[in-house]
């Protein structure tokens, strides 16, 4: 068993040094900071990602921070993904924001009950990140397929209905707001003629 943990966190290191290695500005960054102070990158990753977390706890605007890294490396991706010409990755970005909306929508009723728990923000922080981890069983995938698509195909034929009858009632309501315009314009043009 201890064996299979230090395997696993083996590979999650090699991993993290292969990302902190590729071309980027961040990466590029950290190049410049390992060749000036001699200390290695991966250091200075889990010395910024320490400071996140101790700012998610304690900092001024947490709640902005959150949000921002929640939504900013998904756009790019989701971005990136409409792109490419392979399908998973967009299945992989979709999957995402379906889970970050229905989550958006728990926290926004719940948000009463949320205000109480310790350091809200960097737990949600880390809910967000396990969720964009480009893994097999991320989050994402897991409460998708686990608590998600159950409910919406328990439930597809009455949300479809509503959906339907919504529709029914928004071309209604464009008809009846069209007939309302059409009317008081001959109104005008009617009073207009004669006036003259």
Not at 109 to 125: E, R, S, T, V
Request: charge should be neutral; aromatic fraction near 16%; hydrophobic fraction near 50%.
């Amino acid at each position: 068993m201890a064996s299979g943990v230090a395997k696993n966190m083996e590979t999650w290191k090699a991993k993290l040094e292969k990302f902190l290695h590729e071309k980027n500005a961040f990466t590029n960054l950290l190049e410049k900071m390992e060749q000036k102070t001699g200390v290695k990158r991966i250091y200075f990753a889990f010395g910024i990602v320490v400071l996140l977390a101790l700012y998610l706890m304690i900092g001024y605007g947490a709640q902005f921070l959150c949000n921002f890294i929640g939504f900013l490396y998904p756009a790019y991706a989701s971005f990136k993904a409409i792109e490419s010409t392979k399908k998973d990755d967009d299945t992989q970005w979709l999957t995402y924001w379906v889970v970050y909306g229905a989550f958006s929508l728990v926290e926004f009723f719940a948000d009463i009950f949320l205000f109480w728990i310790p350091f809200y923000w960097l737990l949600k922080c880390i809910f967000l990140v396990w969720c964009m981890v480009p893994a097999p069983c991320n989050g994402s995938d897991t409460i998708y397929n686990k608590v998600i698509r159950p409910f919406v195909l328990r439930h597809q034929d009455k949300i479809d209905k509503a959906l339907d009858e919504a529709k029914d009632a928004m071309k209604e309501a464009q008809e009846a707001g069209q007939d309302m315009l059409t009317d008081e314009a001959v109104r005008r043009v009617v009073n207009d003629a004669k006036l003259d």
